[in-house]
């Protein structure tokens, strides 16, 4: 059975960090695309950047240069780290996984594995 648990959300100070934690159980990350997903109150869910599994990287240009999504396959678990939070960057985070990254980063429709979500706070 495919489960995805999400932990390190958290709430921080605008110019903080934090790091989100995805661990899989099921199926094995190395031969999947992780990816993480942010949803807002009363917003759409956005994609914030996937992982292939060979290695390549995508992120919203939200994020770009300041969000790192990582894996660690020996422990069959992705990360987010998160640099320089913005009160922008609130909002509920999810990681999801697929055998390979859609054709357009942020499809989240394309992801049918989920986590329950892990709370991110950032306040001015």
């Known amino acids: 059975q495919v489960q995805l648990v999400e932990s390190g959300g958290g709430s921080v100070q605008a110019g903080g960090s934090l790091r989100l934690s995805c661990a899989a159980r099921g199926f094995p990350m190395d031969a999947h695309c992780m990816a993480w997903f942010r949803q807002a109150p009363g917003k759409e869910r956005e994609g914030v950047a996937d992982l292939e599994s060979d290695g390549r990287t995508r992120y919203s240009d939200s994020v770009k240069g300041r969000f790192t999504i990582s894996k660690d396959n020996a422990k069959n678990t992705a990360y987010l780290q998160m640099n320089s939070l913005k009160p922008e960057d609130t909002g509920m985070y999810y990681c999801?996984?697929?055998?390979?990254?859609?054709?357009?980063?942020?499809?989240?429709?394309?992801?049918?594995?989920w986590g329950q979500g892990t709370q991110v706070t950032v306040s001015s």
């Open positions: 999801a996984a697929r055998i390979i990254c859609p054709t357009t980063m942020g499809a989240h429709t394309e992801f049918g594995a």
